[in-house]
């Protein structure tokens, strides 16, 4: 059973950095054609794809926010680790991490952590 | 790179067909297979309802479907259920490894 998780501060500051680990079990992100990715949808808004890492390591960063992001995995502990710099209030959005196939689509997610920022 | 484009708004009575779009460009709806639709209800997760533009995973019921013409990505609901009033969200891969989500639909069963 695949099931991942989302976790980290509810709040931060403007200026801040926030980090967010998304725990995982069901697979191991060192299988061949797996990614794990990070999502996230401000209240009342769309869905914006962040950034994904797969198995061999590689990342991929969303053009318009890639200075400010970081991913990163420990394929021992299950766990992607998301660094965004520089929040600021319109960075107040439900986080997700979900697992992505070589089919590029999105099949198990997390329960989605809700970040707010703001001083 | 902008975000695909959807209808804001769909709706329909139930056991009728509603049929959400996304329409995109050559270097992503149209230059790729790699289009899936997810369906979300209000605080709740995203769930993969399509892959692979027209692929349904195991457990989405058979009135889903998926297509593609040009540039443009569709989803059909057939027999719409009360179950099925949600938001859509169509994605895709594109050039240059830009992936982008589309700008929702809410289905609204009447």
């Known amino acids: 059973q695949v099931t991942l998780r989302e976790s980290g501060p509810a709040l931060v500051k403007p200026t801040e950095t926030l980090t967010l680990t998304c725990t995982f079990s069901?697979?191991?992100?060192?299988?061949?054609?797996?990614?794990v990715s990070w999502i996230r949808q401000p209240p009342g808004k769309a869905l914006e794809w962040l950034t994904f890492i797969d198995w061999s390591n590689g990342k991929y960063y969303s053009a318009s926010l890639k200075t400010r992001l970081t991913i990163s995995k420990d394929t021992s502990r299950n766990q992607v680790v998301l660094t965004m710099t520089e929040m600021d209030p319109v960075d107040t959005a439900t986080y997700y991490c979900?697992?992505?196939?070589?089919?590029?689509?999105?099949?198990?997610w997390g329960q989605g952590i809700l970040v707010t920022v703001s001083s | 790179q902008s975000a695909l484009t959807q209808p804001p708004s769909a709706s329909g009575s139930p056991g009728q067909s509603v049929t959400i779009s996304c329409t995109g460009t050559?270097?992503?709806?149209?230059?790729?297979?790699?289009v899936s639709w997810y369906q979300q209800h209000p605080d709740k997760a995203p769930k993969l309802m399509i892959y692979e533009v027209s692929k349904r995973p195991s457990g989405v019921p058979a009135r889903f479907s998926g297509s593609k013409s040009g540039n443009t990505a569709s989803l059909t609901i057939s027999g719409l259920q009360a179950e099925d009033e949600a938001d859509y969200y169509c994605y895709s891969y594109g050039d240059s490894s830009f992936y982008v989500f589309g700008t929702g639909t809410k289905v609204t069963v009447l």
């Open positions: 979900a697992r992505m196939t070589g089919y590029y689509s999105f099949d198990y």
């Open positions: 050559s270097s992503d709806v149209g230059g790729y297979k790699y």
């Open positions: 069901g697979f191991s992100l060192s299988t061949t054609g797996l990614f």
